[in-house]
Each structure stands twice: as C-alpha cells, then as structure tokens.
C-alpha cells in the first residue's frame, strides 16, 4: 500500500468530477470458480460506496468476456473464470467469500466497519432498504450475496414503525 504520486491522487468520474484518490496498491479477489484475479495498483477511492473494476484494464491484460442475459462471464485462455449478474444497472462478480484476501489495508475502512456480523440476515435486510426475508434468500441462492445466518432473526423496530398509522386527536384545536 502507497501513496499515490501526483499523477494519481485525483480521478475524473461522470459530470467531469474529481475525486482524492487515498490509496494504491494490489488486491486479489477469489472468483466463484476459485480463479484468484490480482488487481495490481488499484485505487482506494473512500468516496465510493461500491468497488468497480474497468473491463477496458481488464481487456488490456487479456481477459474477454461473454455478456448475455442479464449475465457476464469473465475468461482468460478461453475458459471461464467466474460469473457475474446485472444488478442495478452494473455487472456484479461473484465471489468465493470464504477466499477473499487483499493487500489492501486501511485504517480508516476497517475503523468504519459495522460490529454487527456480515453474514447477518437483518445486516442485509436493512442495507437494502428492509426487505423481506423471502427476497433475502432468493438473493443468496441467486449468489448475488453470500449464504448469510437466517438463525438469528430479530424484530425489526424500523418495519415496525412503518406500519403504523398516523391517528389525529379529535378535538384538538390550533390556537394562533
């Protein structure tokens, strides 16, 4: 992990905004099929809220995909090294979670991270807007998230407060 050099402190994304890069250095990421692909200096970004890798890097290393029904199929040689799926507009990789190493590390990321566990059930239902448990698990099976613990399921307040109705006292008047 370094510094970046001057060239690299600054990234230009859509509506031609800069954003501080704070990091650089390699990343290795475990594919579903057990293919360890190595990212060497990959920008940490702290303003962005999700991880992107360029295909057009990618394809300068000699990778090629296959893109398809809602689907993407990374390859090297001409075999198939992971799988991915459209999820919000952006093709998402599928990782083997239990092989996930990185060389990144940094103090900040791992100081924000949530105490409660990642592969909780109610993490996931309120990180994506308290969604039903039915359509957490569709996800898991799906392997757009990791197989979570349903064993711990816990009343959600928020869901809770969601369903009330508002009730106005009769009679009440405003007085101005």
């Known amino acids: 992990m370094r510094e970046p050099n001057l060239r690299e402190s600054k990234l230009r994304v859509e509506n031609d905004l800069e954003v501080c890069i704070d990091k650089v250095g390699d990343v290795s990421l475990v594919l579903a099929y057990e293919f360890e692909l190595v990212l060497k200096d990959t920008f940490y970004v702290p303003s962005f809220r999700r991880n992107w890798i360029s295909i057009s890097c990618l394809d300068k290393l000699g990778f090629s995909f296959t893109f398809g029904d809602r689907k993407i199929n990374p390859m090297l040689n001409f ?6 799926s459209l999820v919000d507009g952006l093709y998402k990789l ?7 190493s990185s060389s990144i590390v940094v103090e900040n990321f791992i100081a924000k991270r949530s105490k409660v566990e990642e592969k909780s059930f109610m993490l996931w239902h309120t990180h994506l807007g308290h969604i039903s448990k039915e359509k957490v698990e569709r996800l898991t099976k799906t392997y757009i998230l990791p197989s979570l613990n349903f064993d711990v399921l816990s009343t959600c307040v928020d869901c809770i ?3 009330f109705t508002k009730t106005k006292k009769k009679g009440a008047t405003l007085e101005v």
Request: charged content about 20%.
């Open 94 to 100: 599928s990782l083997d979670f239990n092989n996930i």
């Open 79 to 84: 075999q198939i090294i992971g799988y991915g």
């Open 161 to 163: 407060r969601g369903k």
